[in-house]
């Protein structure tokens, strides 16, 4: 099935085998359903949308297509997994293509920093940007690389259920510094503030400010080194398809524009849900893919929840929100990268404006995606397909996106002519916007934000709604809410430790 179609399947009949409802689509869902139905189970995924891919999403416009979401692939091999257990090989239905650089980072002055995995490519960037910080950004790298050997090889696929296995870990966190923040962890290697600022930036692609995210989400630097970034030739879109491929290929199911309205909760039980059609999916358990604080405070009743009350879900930190414009350029803009970060003026006053004042600042920072650098058949010959990202607060900030959306992106446009795209407005082909709102009401992320919880130290691991629900047996979470977090590599592991918490299907 094209992830832009509408697939129109009901559930599998009843062929003896144990029943799983996987609410949600996305990464999450999608990957879930395929290592439960490796495992023996009948799968039954549903998605509110009218195409497969949540976040995920694709969009056909005026011959363009735009990613919808994420675009930065940072750990192909979980993929490839998700492909050999079906008893395929993901190269045939994929062309995963390396990206170089990974990323192209300008800072407000007009200055450029090239972000490889090279080592000595990133050297001599270091050295022409901050000389004095070369041996500095060796340690740094060194410490990422311990960080990583922990935080994601050790931990990145295992549950944290008990609190015990929280003290297990807390030596070595202790050792990594992961009391820490990710700016001041990377401030103790580096002095320079450009470079501090290159360095630091990552938490932001998870949805965490770095100057509160715990400096463990600094592994993702040498995650980056040891397996490059990457970009499916024809968009993201291709690997949503081919998930939903080895899905049908398991003899299982994804039902679309159909929307879950309940979990079916019985003697502290998830017994299956309820859709908005007033239809009810009888399960033995229930995968939620759908934003995890959503699911705990919409589709769950309160008197089936003891750990994550209504008080608690609605006092949690949440990630910031996400305005994106996707646009198309009747012309080529060779001179931008695949991937460009677009540093503002402020940098921590930017950060705090957007997740503690909550106000949209007059300043941005922005990411400047152009797959058609590396794929031109993205867009129609001779153009050029493009989403400018903007992080900003969410809903709690109060802002009136149906007033205040044109206009930010006219400010958008702007300043994207004056830098990097000259004459921008006048070869506009084609264009649409994403807001808090749409996150909110589109994607039923609560309160808008993008990457759900807030990857704070006190709301990482045991500290998020865990992959087994702590309150009703049978139900399991998977996604950016849950442990280990938001990103690619983080939901698609949220899945594999389905594989530790949910016992195979009984051979009948």
Not at 31 to 49: E, F, P, Q, S
Not at 230 to 238: A, I, L
Not at 376 to 389: K, R
Request: one cysteine or more; a neutral charge; glycine letters at 10%.
């Amino acid at each position: 099935m094209e992830a832009g179609s509408t697939s129109g399947s009901a559930s599998p009949g009843h062929d003896g085998r144990p029943h799983a409802v996987v609410i949600g689509a996305g990464f999450g869902g999608l990957a879930a359903a395929i290592r439960l139905g490796a495992r023996g189970y009948r799968v039954t995924v549903l998605d509110k949308l009218d195409a497969p891919g949540g976040r995920a999403y694709v969009h056909r416009q005026d011959g363009f297509v735009f990613d919808a979401g994420p675009t930065v692939v940072t750990a192909p091999f979980l993929f490839e997994e998700l492909w050999a257990l079906c008893g395929k090989n993901m190269a045939d239905d994929v062309d995963m293509r390396p990206v170089t650089p990974f990323y192209r980072i300008r800072f407000h002055d007009g200055g450029e920093f090239d972000y490889t995995g090279d080592p000595e490519a990133m050297r001599r960037e270091v050295a022409k940007l901050a000389p004095g910080d070369v041996e500095g950004y060796e340690r740094f790298v060194r410490s990422s690389e311990a960080i990583f050997k922990v935080g994601f090889e050790r931990l990145a696929h295992v549950p944290f259920g008990r609190w015990t296995d929280m003290l297990k870990i807390a030596p070595d966190m202790v050792k990594l510094e992961s009391y820490r923040t990710v700016y001041g962890l990377v401030s103790k290697f580096v002095r320079d503030e450009r470079l501090r600022q290159v360095l630091s930036f990552h938490p932001l692609l998870v949805g965490g400010n770095p100057f509160s995210t715990t400096s463990i989400y600094t592994l993702i630097a040498f995650l980056e080194r040891k397996w490059g970034v990457h970009f499916p030739m024809g968009g993201t879109g291709q690997l949503v398809s081919g998930l939903v491929r080895l899905i049908e290929g398991q003899g299982n199911a994804v039902r679309l524009n159909t929307e879950v309205r309940k979990i079916i909760v019985e003697q502290r039980r998830a017994r299956g849900v309820e859709l908005s059609s007033g239809e009810r999916i009888a399960a033995d358990l229930v995968v939620s893919n759908a934003d995890a604080a959503w699911t705990l405070r919409y589709l769950v009743a309160p008197e089936a929840r003891r750990v994550w009350t209504d008080a608690r879900i609605e006092k949690a930190r949440y990630s910031m929100s996400l305005f994106v414009w996707y646009f198309g350029t009747k012309k080529k803009y060779d001179a931008v990268a695949h991937h460009t970060i677009m540093l503002g003026p402020r940098y921590e006053g930017l950060l705090d404006d957007i997740f503690e004042r909550k106000v949209l600042a007059d300043d941005f920072s922005l990411y400047l995606h152009r797959p058609t650098a590396t794929d031109p058949s993205m867009a129609p010959e001779g153009c050029d397909a493009f989403y400018v990202l903007s992080p900003v607060p969410h809903l709690d900030a109060g802002i009136d996106w149906s007033k205040r959306a044109e206009a930010y992106r006219q400010r958008v446009a702007q300043h994207l002519s004056r830098t990097v795209m000259p004459a921008l407005e006048e070869n506009l082909a084609t264009s649409r916007l994403l807001t808090p709102q749409d996150f909110q009401d589109n994607l039923l992320s609560f309160k808008g934000s993008a990457f759900s919880f807030e990857p704070v130290l006190t709301q990482s691991a045991y500290f998020r709604p865990h992959n087994a629900s702590e309150d009703i047996e049978g139900l399991y979470f998977v996604g950016a809410g849950t442990h280990p977090g938001a990103g690619m590599p983080g939901v698609l592991s949220s899945a594999k430790v389905l594989d530790t918490v949910i016992a195979d299907a009984p051979r009948r």
